[in-house]
């Protein structure tokens, strides 16, 4: 997958330099899993072209000699309001899997969030994590037809460190991703949290229909206060679309939501997570901590959710393909490149802290 003689990273000036290197680089069944999305990808398409819609108001003549990118999250001090979102199965990218993406987030002052379908075990990555500096960790679950093990897993993630515990509500089935179907994409024999599950649709199922065959399709509100009688983590939901099921995540104790569309790869044609991104904050109104993920590319997107009034953004893909591309190493260049935009982009619209934000430095045109 990996050429053997390691990139210049220093030539790397975006993330999509690392999306264009990763095509190169991995084989094709394995990019189009990662790279893909369901039904005609319409969704998928539109997270990245609807940032484009959104413009920046830049104010002048202010003192920006010294800008602070710094914020938090859920309590956390973070050098930059920045998370690698949960994806499963960072083997598919590079040998060292979630450790490597761990250490980088822990370097880079972001946050790391780990999938209940990662390579590598709740523990290790705590320990990589903690090798690498500390730095704020979070479990995303999907909640198990068998409860119990989720159960554990959280018992487990609470022993091991884990901030948070961020439950995606947005995969009661699998969404219908064409690309996978069509290369006969497996599951893989590599689960860091528990052994290999029995395919539940036949063996030659496609990864994301034996994932959805063994979560929960009725999980429902009131299962909030179970999840937060777990452990003493913040719960956020993740994969809010609407006003209404932000208003009810917050009455059920959510702490945070994330605005997600799970990166386009469940129901196509849902919008845009930046153009809902102020009616869920609004319906939030100051009482959770609203994210956002699902098409950050660059520092002005983050600028655009920052202002829209998220607390910060999570980032996928282009985590992945950076770690396809050079490790660790790949994943710290990719927080620096947006660290790098982040500050550069900040001094240009006239702010000089994200907390001075706000909705008068966007418009929105058609």
């Not at 598919?92 to 822990?106: I, T, W």
């Not at 075990?121 to 093990?149: F, K, M, N, P, T």
Request: net charge negative.
């Amino acid at each position: 997958m990996n050429a053997s003689e390691g990139p210049d990273l220093s030539r790397m000036l975006s993330l999509a330099d690392f999306e264009r290197l990763a095509a190169e680089r991995m084989d094709r069944e394995t990019f189009d899993y990662i790279s893909g999305g369901a039904g005609d990808e319409v969704t998928l398409a539109g997270n990245l072209t609807a940032f484009a819609r959104w413009r920046l108001r830049p104010r002048v003549l202010r003192d920006v000699s010294v800008v602070d990118a710094s914020a938090t999250m859920l309590g956390a001090r973070l050098r930059l309001p920045v998370g690698v979102a949960p994806m499963a199965f960072h083997h598919f990218a590079h040998p060292d899997a979630e450790l490597a993406s761990a250490r980088a987030a822990a370097h880079a002052g972001g946050v790391f969030c780990l999938s209940t379908m990662s390579s590598r075990s709740i523990e290790e990555v705590a320990a990589a994590a903690d090798q690498a500096g500390g730095g704020a960790r979070w479990l995303q679950l999907y909640v198990h037809r068998q409860r119990a093990r989720s159960e554990e897993l959280v018992r487990r993630a609470a022993g091991a460190g884990y901030g948070a515990l961020v439950v995606t509500v947005d995969l009661p089935v699998a969404g219908r991703r064409e690309r996978d179907v069509r290369n006969a994409f497996a599951y893989p024999q590599v689960f860091g949290n528990f052994p290999p599950p029995r395919a539940v649709s036949g063996e030659e199922a496609p990864l994301a229909a034996v994932v959805g065959g063994f979560n929960d399709a009725t999980l429902s509100w009131p299962d909030l206060a179970w999840l937060r009688g777990l452990s003493s983590m913040p719960v956020v939901v993740k994969g809010i679309l609407t006003g209404e099921d932000a208003a009810l995540a917050v009455e059920h104790g959510a702490a945070a939501v994330v605005v997600s569309n799970h990166g386009g790869r469940q129901l196509d044609r849902t919008p845009a997570t930046i153009d809902v991104l102020a009616e869920v904050v609004d319906a939030v109104a100051g009482r959770a901590e609203v994210y956002l993920d699902s098409g950050v590319r660059r520092g002005v997107d983050i600028l655009t959710a920052l202002a829209l009034g998220a607390r910060g953004v999570f980032v996928g893909r282009p985590m992945q393909y950076a770690l396809a591309v050079a490790g660790a190493e790949g994943v710290r260049r990719a927080f620096d490149i947006l660290a790098t935009e982040l500050a550069t982009d900040m001094a240009l619209l006239g702010v000089r802290s994200v907390d001075e934000l706000n909705r008068g430095h966007v418009t929105r045109s058609e």
